[in-house]
């Protein structure tokens, strides 16, 4: 299995709104509040700004070519991963794990991730794809890891 994850360019802004379509739907149970918009959307308010904005960065996560997921990341001090999706058939295959560390090693410094609260499967997958020690710690929002990434 050829995994890569590449930057993602204007023209597959289309792609990324319909995988944050299928996160959002994933994450609406976590939110009481999650709802639909009159065109039947979750939505995602900041997508535009991945190409308008130095510090955001867009990735598609490529699984033998084909679309397999996304990350969103914020660049800055610390960064932090925004969004996160591997595509059902491709997780408990080590295909997360490979797209979560090569975005780490992109980006040296600081960072922090967070999970919402009640999602354990989360986790426990960024305890495993964090490759170097972290701290943690859990609060109305959720748990987040916070390390440094050297580079």
Known sequence: MDVKVVPASLADKEILRQLLEFNAYEFARFFADAGLNEHGRFGYRYLDHYWTEPHRHPFL???DQRIGGMVLVASGEPHSINEFLIMPQYRRRGVGMIAA??????????WSVQQVRGNGAAVAFWRRAIPVEFDETDDDAGTT??????G
């Open 61 to 63: 996560v490529r699984v």
């Open 101 to 110: 560390r090569e975005v780490f090693g992109q980006f040296g410094g600081a």
């Open 145 to 150: 890891q916070r390390f440094t990434m050297p």
